[in-house]
């Protein structure tokens, strides 16, 4: 029986190392294999398994500029969490990473190609130009802002649960737990997946690898109090999947 797979791409997880191996539809240059055009593996990207809306900004735009006045903007990606490989032959697969890692790796992301961004005279505009639209210059801000109830959030369901894309609204977890890959052993836990999957990859070179230039990590980065709020905000998620500072 063949199946349709649904990717959905948490950000910062290693996603785009994960869609160019296997995904369909991701913009082809012409240098993937034939097997891995007809793959089954569907990227959705950033969607989310249920409606919201944002202020601030227009997620439609090509460029997430900060506009204050737009209110009640419709969040445009959305898929639906209800498929079952018995009536429907479509399953779900994601890539999942610890949260204190993620969340660093989501405040000091840098495009490759500055140009293409708005918020371009920011040092360190994060990712979906998260920095730009709250104004969290420094990452310290930036928990803060995350931690404080009175902000809002860019993309309010990530407020409380960075893996928030692949929950339903009651709370069911939607991949099954085979299906949720590690960002830190990605790449063995890929080729086991597409194996036992019977599903084609490809080897994916540098330059098709969102990786930062920079290497660094979150370990010094917390104080000791915001290790502790983070923990209690995510702390189902911690306990899930078995993660800790």
């Known amino acids: 029986m063949s199946i349709k797979w649904l990717f959905v791409h948490i950000p910062k997880t290693g996603g785009t190392f994960f869609k160019h191996s296997v995904c369909r539809n991701h913009e082809d240059d012409g240098s993937s294999s034939w097997a891995l055009r007809v793959s ?9 398994p249920y409606h919201f809306t944002v202020d601030g900004w227009n997620p439609n735009a090509n460029k997430y500029s900060l506009m204050p006045w737009l209110k ?8 639906n969490p209800d498929y ?3 009536t429907d032959r479509i399953d779900y697969v994601t890539i999942i990473r610890n949260p204190f890692d993620l969340f660093y790796s989501y405040w000091r992301y840098v495009p490759k190609d500055m140009s293409d961004w708005t918020a371009n005279s920011v040092p ?5 130009n998260c ?7 420094t990452f310290s801000d930036f928990v803060e802002h995350y931690l404080d109830p009175e902000k809002e959030w860019h993309i309010p369901p990530l407020k409380t649960n960075l893996f928030a ?10 991949p099954k737990s085979e299906n949720i890959l590690r960002c830190e052993h990605l790449q063995v836990e890929l080729v086991r997946w597409c194996e036992r999957n019977e599903i084609p990859y490809q080897h994916v070179p540098p330059n098709k690898r969102n990786i930062n230039p920079v290497p660094d990590n979150h370990y010094d980065k917390y104080t000791t109090l915001q290790r502790y709020k983070l923990g209690e905000v995510w702390k189902e998620q911690l306990r899930t999947f078995e993660y800790e500072f």
């Open 124 to 128: 360190v505009s994060g990712w979906a």
């Open 40 to 48: 089954p593996v569907e990227n959705i990207a950033h969607s989310f």
């Open 84 to 86: 079952t490989i018995e």
């Open 72 to 79: 009640d903007m419709q969040y445009h990606r959305v898929y």
């Open 131 to 137: 920095n730009g639209l709250m104004g969290t210059a």
């Open 165 to 174: 894309q692949i929950y339903k609204k009651d709370g069911t977890l939607i």
